[in-house]
């Protein structure tokens, strides 16, 4: 399995951008689906965003389609997600998780992911 290390979290103002990074440890990164999810306080962890081994497909919540973009590298065992236009409603830890399947991560309510990172804090002031 792999190890997962989320960075980038913080304060920012709504209409604001923050970059996530999710750093693994391993040889074998690039075998696996990765994913983005959130949770607020007092509300259910959420799936963000997902994608797959290759980085040819993603999938967005509805809530961050348009605004959010996931992406990778493998050859720096990286996934990174672009957040553009934050709300308040944003803010949220944010996780990233490895999944050998990338269908998985599309399952509503699904959270037995393979590896899971600490988590960063997004704080989005109105």
């Known amino acids: 399995q792999v190890q997962l290390v989320e960075s980038g979290g913080g304060l920012v103002q709504a209409g604001g951008s923050l970059r996530l990074s999710c750093a693994a440890s391993g040889p074998t990164f690039s075998l696996y689906a990765m994913g983005w999810f959130r949770q607020a306080p007092g509300k259910e962890r959420e799936f963000v965003a997902a994608i797959s081994w290759a980085g040819d497909r993603s999938s967005y919540a509805d809530s961050v389609k348009g605004r959010f973009t996931i992406s990778r590298d493998n050859a720096n065992n990286t996934v990174s997600l672009q957040m553009n236009s934050l709300k308040p409603d944003d803010t949220a830890v944010y996780y990233c998780?490895?999944?050998?399947?990338?269908?998985?991560?599309?399952?509503?309510?699904?959270?037995?992911?393979?590896?899971w990172g600490q988590g960063t804090q997004v704080t989005v002031s109105p």
């Open positions: 998780a490895a999944d050998r399947n990338y269908r998985d991560f599309l399952e509503p309510g699904r959270f037995g992911h393979d590896s």
